[in-house]
């Protein structure tokens, strides 16, 4: 029998929902509903939208909370700015997954960028966003931004080699059709895509819940990329245990310290106040979600190798 897991408790007219979940065995986490703005199923999966007492709206698929409206600004402005303000200068950034939009607001606040393909296999996670959350789905309306509905390993094959200065992954967790989005072949195909000295930034689960998973994405990508690897993490109310992780890797080339930002987001021109203020990265957060807690740096200490790497060798 599969282990029942309960992520996210629906109560409504006395009736109790579960949504199961395999990432986090033994665990709930409870959201009132005021109401449900949206349920449908698209060829890939259940779509949730509903209105919550305390966290706005929130964006809920196959049972797996997403975004909420109070605290995405963490996720998605961590995910953006730790990788974009490690490198001079972005130009062309891929964004695989995010098709909420807002990985794609938080990466048109960098003047230098150019070029943005966002890769989303679901359109209607798309559609859905831009009738719902539409202080998300404005990313889609800047015109650097191209859109691509389709797998991203597909994707990411027939990409030019070199041709991103940064890949972002804001991808489901990795369960069904997601699994491949943690494994070797899907990474290389990030690392042949990037230029060298390019960068990844891969949303990595929580340090509580998943360290095997983490140790084991730290390990393919110690192999895969050969600059630096690092695990930077925030504070996600609304995501289980209420953090997340983000691995950063660089391939070898011009070398990247993830921890002390070149590019400054305090120094962009109009990226402070680009579409909306930032809410919760600013350089002091960048530097600080690379301090990572003993037992983290205990468990993966066998995987480090980087001079400029968070975790110890
Ligand atoms: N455990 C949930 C992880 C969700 C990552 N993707 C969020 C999409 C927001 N753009």
């Not at 990844?200 to 390990?219: G, K």
């Not at 983000?246 to 002390?260: I, Y």
Request: with cysteine.
């Amino acid at each position: 029998m599969r282990n029942v897991i309960l992520l996210l408790f629906l109560e409504k007219d006395s009736k109790k929902v579960y949504f199961n979940n395999p990432m986090w065995p033994g665990e709930v986490h409870s959201l009132k509903v005021e109401k449900i703005l949206y349920k449908g199923k698209s060829e890939f999966q259940e779509i949730l939208v509903f209105e919550s007492s305390t966290y706005g709206k929130v964006l809920v698929l196959d049972g797996i909370i997403q975004l909420s409206e109070k605290d995405e600004c963490a996720y998605q402005e961590m995910i953006a700015h730790l990788p974009l303000c490690s490198i001079p200068s972005p130009k062309t950034v891929l964004v695989v997954g995010g098709g909420d939009g807002g990985v794609l607001r938080e990466v048109s606040r960098h003047p230098s960028v150019e070029h943005i393909d966002i890769c989303e296999i679901d359109k209607m996670v798309v559609d859905v966003s831009k009738k719902f959350f539409p202080q998300l789905a404005v990313g889609f309306q800047d015109p650097r931004v191209h859109l691509h509905i389709g797998d991203a390993t597909e994707f990411l094959r027939h990409a030019p080699k070199g041709k991103y200065d940064a890949v972002i992954v804001d991808s489901s967790d990795p369960v069904g059709p997601a699994q491949e989005l943690v494994e070797k072949p899907f990474f290389e195909t990030i690392a042949r895509a990037l230029r060298p000295g390019g960068v990844l930034c891969n949303m990595a689960e929580s340090m509580w819940l998943h360290t095997h998973l983490i140790q084991d994405m730290i390990s393919v990508c110690r192999e895969t990329f050969k600059g630096s690897v690092n695990y930077a993490w925030a504070s996600v109310p609304t995501y289980p245990s209420g953090v997340i992780g983000f691995l950063l890797c660089s391939t070898e080339g011009p070398p990247v310290d993830f921890k002390n930002p070149v590019n400054s987001i305090e120094k962009l021109e109009g990226a402070l106040k680009h579409k909306r203020e930032l809410r919760f990265y600013n350089s002091e957060m960048h530097s600080a979600a690379f301090a990572l807690p003993p037992f983290l740096r205990r468990e993966v200490s066998a995987l480090c190798h980087s001079s400029t790497s968070t975790l110890p060798r």
